[in-house]
Structure formats: C-alpha cells, structure tokens
C-alpha cells in the first residue's frame, strides 16, 4: 500500500530550486510521486513504505542542498 507525507523544505528561492528538489525526490527509491510547492514551502510524496520511509525522504531533502522537516 502506497502512502503518503508531508515535508516543509526551507532554503528554496525560485523554480530551479523546487525543480531541483523534485527531481531528486522522483529519483529516490519507493517514491511514487512527488510534487514541490515553492510557494508554499512544501512537498508532498506518495512513497512504498516497504522500500523507504519519511526519514529518508527528508534525508534526500537534506541532500540536495535545502532543509526537510516532516509535517506529516
Ligand atoms: Mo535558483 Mo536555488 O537561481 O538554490 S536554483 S536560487
């Protein structure tokens, strides 16, 4: 069963830093989908609880250069 977190991401500026987020978010292993909001400061990821976790998408966050909190 698929499901579902939220995550702030503090750091970005403009639309290549969301993109840039985005990207490495749909890269990660157990994501389904995963859609950046600049505006709002936020990501929502639907991900395979079987292959990896809110930690570890918040950890991908971390790694491409901004800062993830989990929301929910
Ligand atoms: Mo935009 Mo973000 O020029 O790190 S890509 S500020």
Known sequence: SILRC??????MTCTSCSTAVESALQALPG???ALVALATEEAEVRYDPKITSPNQIVQAVDDSGFAGILIS
């Open 6 to 11: 939220r995550i702030r991401i503090r750091g």
């Open 31 to 33: 994501v389904q989908e």
